[in-house]
């Protein structure tokens, strides 16, 4: 069966946020478009490749499936950062806390990891939840498709991209941080812990 068409899905936090402008969201939606088209190309592109060329030092198909790679995690990044943006911050939900309590030393422990995280960070830092050890945890990832661990599944998504804040920060990236958590929805964060739990549930 071919690779299904990739279509930009519509997000209601693609608007004015509390400290993060509208046209820095309408700009990030652009990228955002500019993934999922990508993706549809490489993919058509992938499919007239020429395979007796394949070769490690560089190839058509090396360049193709890295890149593959690149597009789709920008695609999926940006699916829950624009998803789980648009609410009004505050404090997770109880199962949320509590799991973050379980697995980190405290709560405000977390928090100052996570945040740290961002800084430290070229591109992304998640809240992932590891199948394979039953826990959640903190990745931090220099690309759209670097440093992803197998088996686990993000559930918060913090782009630290410059695209994502420059407009209304410059090189404040600190402040940035604390507006994405002042936007943060964590009813959908706490709809993509549901998910991570219900495939748990079938890996185990
Ligand atoms: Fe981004």
């Known amino acids: 069966m071919p690779w299904p068409k990739i279509e930009p899905k519509t997000f209601s936090s693609i608007r004015e946020l509390n400290g993060i402008c509208q046209r820095t969201m309408e700009e990030h939606y652009e990228l955002y478009k500019g993934y999922c088209g990508k993706v549809n190309e490489i993919q058509t592109r992938l499919d007239g490749v020429d395979r007796a060329s394949a070769n490690q030092i560089f190839s058509d198909l090396r360049a193709l499936r890295v890149d593959l790679s690149f597009a789709i995690g920008g695609v999926k990044n940006h699916d829950i950062y624009f998803a789980h ?105 706490d709809q993509n812990l549901e998910r991570a739990l219900a495939m748990h549930a079938v890996h185990k």
Do not use: C
């Open 85 to 189: 943006l648009g609410g009004k911050g505050g404090a997770p939900t109880a199962r949320l806390t509590d799991m973050i309590k379980r697995d980190f030393p405290s709560y405000d422990a977390w928090l100052a990891d996570f945040k740290a995280s961002g800084l430290a960070a070229r591109g992304w830092v998640w809240l992932a939840f590891d199948h394979d050890f039953s826990t959640l945890t903190t990745v931090v990832g220099d690309a759209q498709n670097t440093f992803p661990l197998w088996n686990a599944t993000p559930i918060l998504a913090l782009d630290v991209y410059e695209h994502a804040y420059w407009i209304d920060y410059g090189r404040a990236r600190a402040k940035y941080i604390e507006a994405f958590f002042n936007n943060l929805d964590w009813a959908v964060v």
